[in-house]
Nanobody, 122 residues
Framework: DVQLVESGGASVQDGGSLRLSCAAS???????MVWFRQAPGKEREGVAHIGRYGEATYTDAVKGRFTIARDNAKNTVYLQMNSLKPEDTAVYYC??????????????????WGQGTQVTVS
């Protein structure tokens, strides 16, 4: 098993930037990693996925603004968020799966989840 801890959430102004981090308790070289978010009253939705070899996939709402990256030496995944909008306000969750070999934004595909970090844009 791997434990995930997110950090970096904050309150920022419209147009601002943040970098979220997801630190894993174990080696994540062979894990698919993903960021989801959940706004109040809405379903949790996938934001960005990164595969084992660094291939990235984004939901349309964040393309060109968000960048996902992984540092396997630090067992950490990052989400750089630029040009933030009020509609990006949500709790952001990191998730991982050892056996997933395709990009997926389906919650049930991921075995391990962090507790989330709040991002507020106003």
């Amino acid at each position: 098993d791997v434990q995930l801890v997110e950090s970096g959430g904050a309150s920022v102004q419209d147009g601002g930037s943040l970098r979220l981090s997801c630190a894993a308790s174990g080696v994540i070289n062979n894990y698919a990693m993903v960021w989801f978010r959940q706004a109040p009253g809405k379903e949790r939705e996938g934001v960005a996925h990164i595969g084992r070899y660094g291939e990235a996939t984004y939901t349309d709402a964040v393309k060109g603004r968000f960048t996902i990256a992984r540092d396997n030496a630090k067992n950490t995944v990052y989400l750089q968020m630029n040009s933030l909008k009020p509609e990006d306000t949500a709790v952001y969750y990191c998730a991982a799966d050892r056996w997933l070999w395709r990009a997926s934004f389906v919650k049930a595909d991921y075995s391990w989840w962090g507790q989330g970090t709040q991002v507020t844009v106003s």
